[in-house]
């Protein structure tokens, strides 16, 4: 009955065994059955979990020397500053969205020259001081009015002789050839005037404008 009590249970108790010295051995024995269990559920335990270090981003250097590296990274930022320029600078668009074209103004007839154009020349050329520009930007103003109004038939072939004859018969003739002299004398003759010159001759051109109407 005895080995029969060992034999199925885990843990016999104590009077199962014949004597102290049998029990005694018995526990030496069951104590190391229970360490190699329990070392053998720790060597199963789950793992720790992995901690992720935090991203240190770096170019690759693709076991590249220095010298090699440098030329690499000199022609990343040299492609990098051309995209900027490329979207950014060289983009030149208007509020429209539409591309800006520069418009060829000797080629151009003053007709079809936009009024929001001119008026940005002339912003430009009054910010830039260029004060030379801003009395050609002031006479074609002028030009494209008398265009439409028909007073004058643009044609690049013709020179300012052509447009004065044409307004002999109107009453602004004179104030034309106020201004016509101006022009001449300082864009054909590429003369660079002072702000203070340009403030002496610029209400003939303002005088004329208001007179044809031109805001």
């Known amino acids: 009955m005895r080995e029969s009590i060992k034999h199925k249970s ?82 030149n668009f208007k509020a429209n969205g539409q591309k800006y074209i520069p ?8 007709s079809e020259i936009p009024l929001t154009e001119l008026e940005r020349l002339l912003s430009e050329a009054l910010t830039k001081h260029d004060y030379r520009g ?3 930007i002031y006479y074609l103003f002028i030009l494209k009015d008398l265009s439409q109004k028909g007073w004058i038939n643009w044609t690049k072939e013709k020179t300012n002789i052509h447009y004065i004859n044409e307004m002999l018969n109107k009453q602004e003739s ?30 003939s051109f303002l005088t004329l404008l208001n007179t044809l109407g031109i805001k």
Not at 179 to 197: H, L
């Open 174 to 203: 004179g104030q034309f050839n106020t201004i016509v002299r101006y022009f001449e004398f300082i864009w054909y003759g590429k003369r660079n005037i002072s702000q203070a010159q340009f403030k002496n001759i610029q209400p």
């Open 103 to 110: 418009i060829d103004l000797d080629d151009v007839p003053p």
């Open 10 to 91: 885990k843990k016999p108790p104590r009077w199962a065994y014949k004597d102290k010295k049998e029990w005694e051995k018995s526990q030496g024995s069951n104590q190391a059955i229970e360490n190699k269990t329990k070392s053998k559920v720790k060597d199963y335990e789950s793992p720790q979990k992995f901690e992720a270090k935090p991203n240190d981003f770096r170019f690759p250097n693709f076991n590249l020397g220095i010298g090699a590296q440098i030329i690499m990274y000199l022609i990343f930022g040299a492609g990098l500053a051309f995209l900027i320029y490329f979207l950014f600078i060289n983009s």
């Open 134 to 136: 801003a009395v050609r």
